[in-house]
């Protein structure tokens, strides 16, 4: 546990991004219909949106941080700093940050750095954005976060496949001194790390003759080691022993009540993990749990974000909401965080 907090930040704005074709799971044809039927009922995952060959992860950030920076009126002067969480980059290297600073027109003088995180991805980079800026050296700041996470399943995976979908988002915010506190509690056990992992690829293993060789690992799973890997059941664990219990510590040490929050803004992992999240933590109004997961699916460290877009917009930009906002997954890495969004801007859904 680490229980942090961030002064004299807040958020402006968030906009999100996903690709504009449409994947149903029913026209999945590797599993039978009535697989299919099960799949959906207890994912939750109807639909998703999948990026084609030609479109990046940076291309799914670009969008949404040009029409935010538009939209807030910011002079792109202005802007210190652009942190890009993903874990899908455009290229090994360079990194895709420094990509969106040049592509936006921004300063020279502006930081630009990418964050190798997934599920959680979205409050870690809040932490490490909102702590830049929080000395009021650095003014404002984008943290862009998204994955092309199709690029990396097998369709002759049925445990992965039909799980992920592709887009990206941006989230501005700004040094302000009358900001109230946010409050984060950070995690990490990399043990876990065999549990969602792609093993060929990195310079661990680089690319062998048996990198892109299918295998047949189980009836229905069908996938290389360039492939992701995920060992459900176990994830399923890791989140149901680790997740109520990060958040109930993070309202425990904050002196904050559950009951006071607007909405919990869990990452759209599955629909069974994340009900069984909510029913752990006693949070009885389902309406304060939104899901997007059903047409969009799991979209890594972009679910947080495309979700309060999707479904909360009107309540965030029409009056001040508190929501917690919880990630959790691969490494295994997850945190919670508590903050006060005050009447911001966001964007309709982008589509690319």
């Not at 639909?47 to 084609?52: F, G, K, L, M, T």
């Not at 291309?59 to 029409?67: I, R, S, T, V, Y």
């Not at 936006?104 to 800026?133: E, H, M, P, T």
């Amino acid at each position: 546990m680490s229980f942090v907090t961030v002064n004299n930040v807040s958020v402006k704005g968030i906009a999100a991004c996903v690709p504009s074709d449409v994947y149903n799971n029913m026209t999945y044809d590797h599993i039978t219909e009535q697989e299919r039927e099960l799949f959906i009922k207890t994912t939750g995952i109807k639909e998703r949106r999948i990026a084609n060959q030609t479109t990046s992860t940076s291309d799914m950030c670009f969008e949404p941080a040009k029409q935010l920076i538009e939209k807030l009126n910011w002079d792109k002067n202005d802007i210190d700093v652009v942190i890009m969480v993903t874990q899908s980059p455009d290229y090994f290297i360079p990194g895709s940050a420094v990509i969106l600073q040049d592509k936006l027109g921004l300063k020279k003088s502006c930081l630009a750095f990418d964050i190798n995180l997934g599920c959680s991805g979205y409050v870690y980079g809040l932490y490490v954005l909102g702590n830049l800026l929080s000395s009021g050296q650095l003014k404002k700041g984008l943290l862009v976060v998204g994955d092309k996470s199709t690029i990396s399943t097998s369709y002759t995976d049925k445990s992965s496949y039909p799980l992920f979908g592709d887009a990206g988002s941006a989230t501005a915010l700004e040094f302000n001194q009358q900001a109230t506190i946010m409050n984060f509690n950070l995690s990490s056990d990399g043990s876990g790390k065999d549990a969602i992992i792609i093993e060929h690829g990195g310079s661990r293993h680089g690319i062998q003759d048996d990198t892109f060789t299918l295998v047949d690992i189980e009836p229905g799973v069908q996938r290389a080691k360039r492939h992701l890997k995920l060992e459900g059941i176990e994830i399923f664990n890791f989140a149901l022993r680790e997740v109520p219990a990060n958040v109930n510590e993070l309202y425990s040490l904050s002196k904050k009540n559950i009951a006071d929050t607007n909405y919990f803004v869990f990452h759209q992992a599955n629909k069974l993990i994340n009900e069984s999240v909510r029913k752990k933590l006693k949070i009885t109004d389902t309406i304060k749990v939104p899901y997007s997961i059903s047409h969009f699916g799991n979209t890594s460290s972009a679910s947080i974000p495309l979700t309060m877009i999707t479904e909360l917009s009107q309540q965030l930009s029409e009056s001040t909401q508190t929501l917690c906002l919880c990630g959790f997954g691969v490494g295994y890495s997850w945190g919670s965080v508590i903050i006060d969004f005050d009447k911001i801007v966001c964007l309709p859904l982008i589509e690319i």
